[in-house]
């Protein structure tokens, strides 16, 4: 189950917080988010997860992302243009370097498109190269007793993320 938290987290940290980070792109709008991810490793299956956002969630984000990226990071760059964020940086995890790239188009404030290709030199648990497609949408107000940063996974399970990040 700590993997998949971590995929998880990986995955918002790349969609959601690679949108907060950037110079000018959209706040994306307080509510219900649906965020669907697939990957070359698992390409016949979407993953859904929903997650309950507002701009405070955005901001934590925006400082565990930017956090990540100093400590892990080199190389990184950001350029916003036209409702399309594009982002690529080179990072460290353990022994393996990690180059990747995303692309990111917004739909206004209520959707957004990512992909992100990732090189891992040497291969991280067996990926050299992965590649994963990442669709949010706006699906309305988070449901009655959610608290901003709850996240229900396809398990039914539900965490959050503030209290994850948390040292």
């Avoid at 760059?77 to 393996?96: D, P, V």
């Avoid at 995303?102 to 990732?118: I, L, P, Q, R």
């Amino acid at each position: 189950m700590r993997h998949d938290r971590m995929a998880l987290l990986a995955a918002l940290l790349m969609g959601i917080g690679a949108a907060v980070a950037a110079a000018d792109p959209p706040v994306l709008k307080a509510g219900m988010w649906e965020v669907v991810r697939t990957t070359t490793q698992q390409p016949d299956q979407k993953h859904t997860t929903t997650m309950c956002l507002d701009e405070s969630v955005q901001a934590e984000m925006r400082e565990l992302g930017m956090g990540i990226a100093k400590e892990m990071c080199t190389d990184h760059e950001r350029h916003f243009e036209g409702g399309t964020l594009m982002s690529s940086a080179t990072c460290k995890m353990g022994n393996t370097t990690v180059k990747a790239r995303t692309t990111m188009t917004f739909s206004g404030n209520t959707a957004y498109h990512s992909e992100t290709n990732a090189v891992y030199d040497p291969p991280l648990m067996n990926v050299k190269e992965s590649k994963s497609v990442i669709e949010g949408k706006w699906a309305g107000p988070c449901k009655a007793g959610q608290q901003p940063g709850d996240i229900t996974l396809e398990t039914g399970q539900t965490i959050n993320m503030k209290t994850m990040t948390k040292k």
